[in-house]
């Protein structure tokens, strides 16, 4: 009897540790599940944050490559009238160097005139000189 009675004893205490680890065993399976779903929350909140932010990422490069090529197309805007300002003053470049030189062909023609002129008034002077001496000799022949 005194074996059934410890037989028993050590029984009821077996079952009361089984019970008392069953119990701590399920409480910290429900702390490893809640810490599981936790995480698991987390890392899922997390996750869609960081898609959020790939996204705004994305969305920022389309617009920096959208302003790129706004500024890009500013660019070849200028580049084309800068282009076409330096035509224009090519052009003016060869009408001032034509007008240069019409201006110093007619320098030309106006020294040629002067000389002209030189040449007529000697000529003028030598007439005149002649004229004199003829009116000299007709003033000296009528008297």
Not at 22 to 41: A, M
Not at 108 to 128: E, G, R, T, V
Request: charged share 35%; proline share 0%.
């Amino acid at each position: 009897m005194k074996q059934l009675l410890q037989a028993t004893v050590k029984k009821m205490s077996l079952e009361f540790v089984y019970q008392a680890v069953d119990e701590r065993t399920r409480d910290i399976q429900t702390r490893i599940d809640r810490l599981d779903h936790d995480t698991t929350s987390r890392f899922n909140h997390l996750d869609q944050r960081f898609n959020r932010m790939e996204d705004d990422v994305r969305e920022i490069r389309v617009e920096i490559n959208r302003r790129f090529e706004v500024v890009d197309h500013k660019f070849e805007a200028l580049d084309q009238k800068f282009a076409a300002i330096d035509q224009r003053f090519a052009s003016m470049e060869q009408k001032f160097s034509s007008i240069d030189q019409k201006f110093a062909a007619l320098d030309q023609k106006f020294a040629a005139i002067d000389q002209k002129f030189a040449a007529m008034d000697q000529k003028f002077d030598m007439i005149n000189a002649r004229l004199d001496q003829i009116f000299t000799l007709l003033l000296n022949h009528r008297q």
